[in-house]
């Protein structure tokens, strides 16, 4: 399998007057045309592990590494246009929260469409068509409708299927989406992830979901990387989680209560402080 | 259903609530009815919308109910509740960073219920707030600090403290771990439990988690647009034996992903 992406030591740092915070610590890993899984507590690089990729790290963080390629483009040395061109075109991404990603103020089928227009230089014409198009694929029952509507009007799932939509637009051949399903009703999320998971098989898109819900992972993707303090402690395939060899995995696994395995304490997490400073795996 | 063993600390009788007026006017509880013993955790499940939160904060008296009665040990409640209220039925809510004020001190907090019931004696105040603090695992330390000086979790443990400090019999939880970590989330479970058996209390969990209700109740409600979907036992559902397609559906689902049934995924209004 040839990689998509490969990442090669990436640290993400921000200098600060006292001392200097490592959000992410020497991470490794490649990405195929998979659901690759990427799993961590809040402060565990997860999300800035993804923000890097698309070098979306906010002042003042600097993000060095061995190797950042994107199908032979060197994303740490590309140029700020040529990143631009990337971005949303080739390598996309979706948030959690589709309220804080949309625009307010336009209606979300413009938005599906502006961004078919500008990825495909199509007339506004040819974009609303496309729009209309790309909101049914995503299985949306009255499209025109929802075509329409501005963003307080719809739903937490319409509103993730609306992200889901404009990022089709552009047909990327990465996807990073962080915690995209993680504001959905369960039933909506079993949705959300089954355009996802079609979207790798049919399209042969590359997946990197991050998420901080190992079940969810464990089922969903086909690889899994557990990151704790800004480094991957295991890596192992998602089927195989259950049976994870590091204790921090195992811990976490542990402390989840289960519908199906009923226990009458939960086991809480020892933090070892070895953890932090384990080889990267 | 049968009824629960004990006698009923809290009874709702076909609630309704209604939001706004005219052709703005939303139906957000529909005729539901349950009744919760003294000492059991009961808990209300459904997706957003479905009306679960809107029910605990009726009986909290946060929302005055367009029909239906609610009783609370044995009291029957009207619009609003009187001030005695509050040393029986406690509300935990759910995000720590918001239920906190940001510039009152954790001492602050936990002082402020005493001082409005009279509690607030010299000594008496400073023995119950260390009490409180070691009952929810913060040690005195704890005491002088602010939110922001606090993780997630330890806010949650701030906020169960300042429920308990008046010594209630009920605690209404809404959402209480969804805004933690996993491990967090263990923890706050583990003491919310550790609390019950010491105290006694009767829980009412709202949550979108079948798992962390499962966890902590014995019974459980579930509801959908308003409606009462069923009402079950917790063994029940670890038996994989809810009755109503609704539920098999939310069980299914929680259980993690699977495409053929993401496939056969029903809508339900």
Redesign the interface.
Known sequence: MTPILTVDDLWVRFPGRVRTVEAVRGVSFEVGREKLGIVG??GSGKSMTGRAILRLVPHPGQVTARQLTFEGIDLLTASEPAMRDIRGHRIAMVLQDPKFSLNPVMPVGDQVAEAWRVHSGASWKESRRRALEMLEAVRIRRPERVYRAYPHEV??GMGQRVMIAMMLAAGPDLLIADEPTSAL???????V??IL?DLVTERGMGLVFIS?D???V???CDRVLIMYAGRIVETCRAQELGAARHPYTQ??LR??????R??P?????DRDPAWRDGPSA | MSPPAGSPVLEVERLDVVFGHGADAVHAVRDVSFRVAEGEAFGLVGESGSGKTTVLRVIAGLVVPAAGRITVAGEPQGPHRPRGFARVSQMVFQDPYGSLHPRHSVDRVLVEPLAIHGLARRGEADRRVERALDEVGLGPSFRFRYPHQLSGGQRQRVAIARALILGPRILLLDEPTSALDVSVQAEILNLLARLRRERGLTYILVSHNLAVVAHLCERLLVMNSGRTVEELTVDQLRAAAPSEPYTRQLLQASLGYDRQAAAQLMTFD
């Open positions: 507590e809040s739903s937490g009703d369960v039933t909506v999320q079993m949705q992830l089954a998971d901080h190992l079940n969810l464990a089922s969903f811990g976490l402390s989840l209560p289960r519908i199906d009923p226990v304490e939960l086991a809480v997490l």
